[in-house]
């Protein structure tokens, strides 16, 4: 199993631009969800997703949209970069919501 | 929603020592978990324990959730123990969200 795989693993962009963060994971996890880790703030909940077709708003949704088509993928789109978006980005996934959640090893944005 | 805080923030140890990390939350818990970080970046799923008490090599964590506080036990310290461990937890509302503390950043010193 490769687990959760995250890609790329380092991006920079300016501000305006849109990109694609993915997220796949082979585990056949129901749960997936996003965060993005910021210094001193710990990590963030953007969104999240129980299931194929469900997905939810987390503490920071603003400025970044999901969808979940399958159950091994977790896109996260940014529309219109913006500089406050320079963060590292993890997804993460779980059988359920109660169970043990495992991360991919991070996305690093800078949006300049 | 449910608040999370780790104490203490910074922890510095000699290779050998034990030490105690602790998670309190402002609310009743359906999930708590406790993750490392290690110095890369890397976020490693210690426990799933959002009640009593497991054991994992010199790890082990303790979830009292009447009293509303987890506790972390790191015993003979190692320097690759070194990083920053979070506590997460989810509220008993069924939110489906999992909330993360700050964390507690552990430097082990050879």
């Known amino acids: 199993n490769a687990g959760v795989t995250q890609t790329p693993k380092f991006q920079v962009l300016k501000t305006g631009q849109s990109m694609t963060l993915q997220c796949a994971q082979d585990?056949?996890?129901?749960?997936m969800s996003w965060y993005r880790q910021d210094p001193g703030m710990g990590l963030r909940l953007i969104h999240y997703s129980v299931g194929a077709g469900i997905t939810d708003q987390g503490e920071v949704p603003n400025g970044y949209n999901v969808s979940r088509s399958t159950t091994e993928d977790f896109p996260l789109r940014l529309l219109s970069a913006a500089p406050s978006q320079t963060s590292v980005y993890f997804c993460?996934?779980?059988?359920?919501?109660?169970?043990?959640?495992?991360f991919g090893n991070g996305t690093r944005l800078t949006v300049t | 929603g449910i608040q999370v805080e780790q104490s203490p923030p910074d922890l510095i140890l000699q290779e050998g020592a034990n030490s105690t990390l602790r998670c309190n939350f402002s609310d009743s818990v359906n999930n708590l978990q406790w993750f490392h970080q290690n110095p890369w970046g890397q976020l490693i799923n210690l426990f799933y324990i959002p009640s009593g008490t497991k054991q994992n090599g010199r790890l082990s964590a303790t979830t009292v959730a009447t009293e509303r506080y987890s506790l972390l036990y790191i015993s003979s310290s190692q320097t690759t123990d070194s990083g920053v461990y979070f506590c997460?937890?989810?509220?008993?509302?069924?939110?489906?969200?999992?909330?993360f503390g700050k964390g507690t950043k552990l430097t082990v010193n050879p």
């Open positions: 585990m056949n996890h129901e749960y």
């Open positions: 993460a996934s779980s059988y359920s919501n109660r169970s043990p959640l495992h």
């Open positions: 997460a937890v989810e509220g008993q509302g069924g939110s489906e969200k999992l909330v």
